[in-house]
């Protein structure tokens, strides 16, 4: 892994209301790492995300990429600054082909690119994700796992300096989660850099070379994963659910 700072976000606070939903979160992520982002229930990793994406602004606080403040400008532009996220529930749009689904991300990349090297992008990253062959069927002709693996292809398309994954590996079975977990540590092998939010602890342990554990909007701890899984403090949070 490079010694290359890619991801600081300092301060970073979202209040909705009266709540503080993320409370000055801090934390830097390395060009290769793959860092895990835990924490209960209403924690605020997913707010947390979106401010990293741009779908929500900060209160306060800001996200910066390779020196670059990405805070204040719009989703498009964050993206094509090179942050590419996954949802939690899957969203791919029920109407365009796997391959036509991932062309619509190599489109809104970084690289502005014609149709015809869109469709090549769009061809070799679902590949890369598995889905070779199959690239012409609709998301209601596929398994579960599979349409995963659209949403997938699609945000690397933009071949991302970074890539959110939003509890990607939520609601597969064991099988599935095991071949998962393997095409992510494929993408960590190719240098890939990921902040993941996740809870499946096998997948945590075996993936993330870091972790930052959140409660109640505020950053709980951060370390490996045996140091984090360990701590007395991350245990009562998640007892606390
Ligand atoms: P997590 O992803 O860890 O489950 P969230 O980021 O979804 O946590 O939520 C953190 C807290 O912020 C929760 O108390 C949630 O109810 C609240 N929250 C999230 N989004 C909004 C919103 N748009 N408006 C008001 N409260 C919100």
Aim: charged share 20%; hydrophobic share 45%; net charge neutral.
């Amino acid at each position: 892994m490079s010694n290359h700072l890619l991801l600081s976000i300092a301060g970073l606070t979202k209040v909705f209301g009266g709540l503080v939903a993320v409370n000055q979160i801090s934390f830097d992520i390395q060009a290769g790492e793959v860092v895990g982002l835990l924490g209960p229930n209403g924690s605020g990793k997913t707010t947390l995300m979106n401010l990293i994406s741009g779908a929500l602004r900060p209160t306060q606080g800001s996200v910066t990429l390779e020196g670059r403040r990405l805070t204040g400008l719009p989703p498009h532009r964050i993206a094509a600054t090179g942050v590419a996220r996954t949802f939690q529930l899957v969203r791919v749009l029920p109407s365009l082909s796997a391959l036509e689904n991932v062309m619509v991300g190599a489109v809104f990349g970084p690289d502005q690119v014609s149709p015809g090297a869109a469709r090549a992008v769009a061809r070799s990253v679902l590949e890369r994700v598995g889905l070779g062959g199959r690239e012409h069927l609709h998301p209601a002709e596929m398994t579960y796992i599979d349409q995963k693996r659209i949403e997938l292809a699609r945000a690397l398309a933009a071949d991302p300096r970074i890539l959110l994954l939003d509890e990607w590996l939520a609601g597969l079975n064991p099988t599935e989660l095991q071949t998962g977990i393997e095409l992510i540590r494929s993408l960590q092998a190719e240098g890939r850099t990921v902040l993941m939010v996740e809870h499946v602890m096998d997948a945590i342990r075996s993936l993330c070379d870091r972790c930052v554990v959140m409660s109640a909007g505020s950053k709980l701890a951060e370390g490996t994963p045996a140091e984090v899984l360990a701590n007395p403090d991350v245990i009562r949070a998640y007892l606390g659910d």
